[in-house]
Every structure is written in structure tokens, then in C-alpha cells.
T-cell receptor, first 114, second 119 residues
Framework: GESVGLHLPTLSVQEGDNSIINCAYSNSASDYFIWYKQESGKGPQFIIDIRSNMDKRQGQRVTVLLNKTVKHLSLQIAATQPGDSAVYFCAENIPNTNAGKSTFGDGTTLTVKP | NAGVTQTPKFQVLKTGQSMTLQCAQDMNHNSMYWYRQDPGMGLRLIYYSASEGTTDKGEVPNGYNVSRLNKREFSLRLESAAPSQTSVYFC??????????????????FGSGTRLTVV
């Protein structure tokens, strides 16, 4: 399953499928990007990050892709599990000029169907 | 466990009352932040502290004040609560790099949040 566009707030996928969550960022000067996962009733949790001098970074079951040309970021989750159900936020920041402040997107709610 | 601790977890205030939200981190991070989270609006930065001794306004600072008490603690104060301040408040910390170094893995560590209702 895949979310598209700036404001598609929900994505529903079948357990075991791959998920793609998309994010369009706003500031061409941003040089650091982070994906967070927020489960119900909890604070956001860091998943993976990427710098602007990279176009891909892989973690455990997750991959982040960065396309600076179109200011687009995506999070790919392989073999999605019920425990992946959460709200996912992308964040951008300019760490050396803005004290590491992050600007967050509105989030995409991922629901995994068993 | 290492992390960010926020207190209280829940609070109900009457309009006009004041309160302070407490936040402490034990990761020796230099930067700390206060965000509020409202339905459909994501996370918005209220105030931040790049390092001990400094504080700066974020996107939505009106109605709030902060104190960076020491490197570990960063408190948020509502002097006269208003219903518009009903929200979930998150404190976060990070080791913000300085000197132009290119680093990874310095995203935020968030606390578990304070759910505030102003009636």
C-alpha cells in the first residue's frame, strides 16, 4: 500500500505487504530529515533519519528515500506487521542554523489488517 | 531507563489558572524542546532551548513561558490558561551537533506527553 500527496492522512495495508508512506517537505534549505512513529497514547519515537547528501538509507525493515529535486521523502516498511500500526510523521530541520528545530508534517495513520 | 520524563501525565485546569509542566532528560543532551499536538495539526514548536542558558520562541509561543533550569530540566509554564491551550504537550531533547559536522542519529527523544484540558 502507498500514501500519496501531501495530505492523505490514512493508509491501510494487509499484514505482510510492504507499506510506502510519502511526505513532501517545504524548505529547500533543510538538510536533515527524520521519520517518527507514534503509537496511540505515546510520544513519537525515532525510526530512521537521512541527510541531504544521501538519497537512501536502510534500517531494519525500513528504508527512507530522499528526492531533493522534488522535495519528497518516503518511508518504506517491508513485510508490515500489526505492531507497525501507528501514526508516522516526517520531520525536516536545519541543524546548524536553527538549533536543531524540527518542523513536522501532519502525519499518516497506518493501519495493518490481519 | 534513560529518556525524557514529563510530569504530570494528565491535568485539568480552569480558565485563568496557572501551571508548570516539568521535563527532565538524563541523556546529557544539549537541546530541549516543547511541542504541542492538536488533532489534524501535527506537532507545533512552542519554545526551545538550544543549550543550557538559552531559550527561544518557536512557532506558537503566545501564552507560554519556559525555563531551562539546568542541562537536564526544561519547564513550560502557562500563566493564565485558556481553552485554546487544551492539547497534548510533548517535551523532547536532542544532541544538536555544532560546528558544521555532518551527523546522523540525532533525532529527538520524546517524553510520553501531558494531556492538558482547560475548561
Amino acid at each position: 500500500g502507498e500514501s500519496v500527496g501531501l495530505h492523505l492522512p490514512t493508509l491501510s495495508v494487509q499484514e505482510g505487504d510492504n507499506s510506502i508512506i510519502n511526505c513532501a517537505y517545504s524548505n529547500s534549505a533543510s538538510d536533515y530529515f527524520i521519520w517518527y512513529k507514534q503509537e496511540s497514547g505515546k510520544g513519537p519515537q525515532f525510526i530512521i533519519d537521512i541527510r541531504s547528501n544521501m538519497d537512501k538509507r536502510q534500517g531494519q525493515r525500513v528504508t527512507v528515500l530522499l528526492n531533493k529535486t522534488v522535495k519528497h521523502l518516503s518511508l518504506q516498511i517491508a513485510a508490515t506487521q500489526p505492531g507497525d500500526s501507528a501514526v508516522y510523521f516526517c520531520a525536516e530541520n536545519i541543524p546548524n542554523t536553527n538549533a536543531g528545530k524540527s518542523t513536522f508534517g501532519d502525519g499518516t495513520t497506518l493501519t495493518v489488517k490481519p | 531507563n534513560a529518556g525524557v520524563t514529563q510530569t504530570p501525565k494528565f491535568q485539568v485546569l480552569k480558565t485563568g489558572q496557572s501551571m508548570t509542566l516539568q521535563c527532565a532528560q538524563d541523556m546529557n543532551h544539549n537541546s530541549m524542546y516543547w511541542y504541542r499536538q492538536d488533532p489534524g495539526m501535527g506537532l507545533r514548536l512552542i519554545y526551545y532551548s538550544a543549550s543550557e542558558g538559552t531559550t527561544d520562541k518557536g512557532e506558537v509561543p503566545n501564552g507560554y513561558n519556559v525555563s531551562r533550569l539546568n542541562k537536564r530540566e526544561f519547564s513550560l509554564r502557562l500563566e493564565s490558561a485558556a481553552p485554546s491551550q487544551t492539547s497534548v504537550y510533548f517535551c523532547a531533547s536532542s544532541q544538536n551537533p555544532t560546528g558544521g559536522r555532518v551527523l546522523l542519529n540525532y533525532g529527538y527523544t520524546f517524553g510520553s506527553g501531558t494531556r492538558l484540558t482547560v475548561v
